[in-house]
């Protein structure tokens, strides 16, 4: 499937899209199709069962459904026939969306600012998990985000691609949506490949510990060579973690001498990232010296420090 994660993107809403299949063997919706279902956000996962002959025999659809006191969010219908499936789809949707929206109003939040849900991560034996996830929740209440929910897990070792195991990723990815998140916070620092691959996966913007602390900074900064300090790091801490694009993306040259596939977007970020980095460190030198000659005076003329 192409990628449309920003495809009719909202809070409680599906894609506008259906995803129907046949299973030629009149096996039901394996698990695969409903995990789709589920991360792609579709209005249904459809399976057109085939009989001995190859005629349609019956419908196995399945749709999704606000979480459950068990924590199930996939409704499973019953198979019918073709010629009884009979409703108004788009009215059926709206219903549901509509149910998705009350439920995210619904949700105890921290906060009010922006929806986050927070991941923890507890890597083998580590005795400060738990204070490490409630410093992180007390960052993020600074920061003034709102802490939807905390997906929690336990391994011996990070995953080199996602931190967390795929199948948690997945889980994240669903009650992200569920909740109405808007961002994902890890207590954890991300690798320039992990914070890649994750963001390939999650819709919401994702954002590690060292990104948050350094947040919090910015929003603190007063004088101009505080603000200079901070968007120093911040663009330092960037540059490596910048995600590529495709070459549809590209900034292509035409003419005599100018053809070829020009710069791609990543490059054009990289660069404008060291640029900026540059004037930054070029401002805080000037920064510096101003400062230098300010301390200067005042000692030549015996002012009390």
Known sequence: LP????????????????????????????????????????????????????????????????????????????PVA????????????EELEARFGEAQKGIAVEGKGERAVLVCVQLGNDAFADERCDEMRELARTAGLQIVDVVRQRR????????????????????????????????????????????????????????????????????????????????????????GQSEGMSRLQGGIGGRGPGETKLETDRRRVRDRITHLERSLKEVTRQRETRRARRKSEGLPV
Not at 84 to 93: A, H, N, Q, T, V
Not at 212 to 232: G, P, S, Y
């Open 156 to 243: 011996p070792r990070p995953d080199p691609r996602y931190l967390v195991g795929p199948g948690k990723l997945k889980d994240l990815v669903t009650r992200a949506w569920q909740r109405g998140a808007t961002l994902v916070l890890f207590d954890r620092d991300l690798t320039p490949g992990q914070l890649r691959a994750i963001t390939d996966t999650v819709e919401a913007r994702i954002v590690d510990r060292t990104q948050l602390i350094l947040d919090i900074f910015a929003q603190n900064a007063r004088t101009k060579e505080a603000k200079l300090q901070v968007e120093l790091a911040q663009q330092k801490y960037r540059l490596p973690r910048l995600a």
């Open 82 to 93: 073709p010629s009884r499936l009979d409703f108004d789809f788009l009215e059926w949707i």
């Open 3 to 78: 990628d449309f994660k920003r495809v009719r993107a909202g809070a409680g809403r599906f894609r506008g899209l259906r995803c129907i299949h046949t299973h030629l063997g009149g096996e039901r919706l394996t698990q695969d199709d409903l995990t789709d279902l589920a991360l792609l956000r579709l209005d249904a996962m459809v399976a057109v069962l085939v009989d001995d002959h190859g005629l349609p025999d019956r419908i196995d659809y399945a749709s999704l459904q606000p979480p459950d006191d068990s924590g199930e969010t996939v409704t499973r219908h019953d």
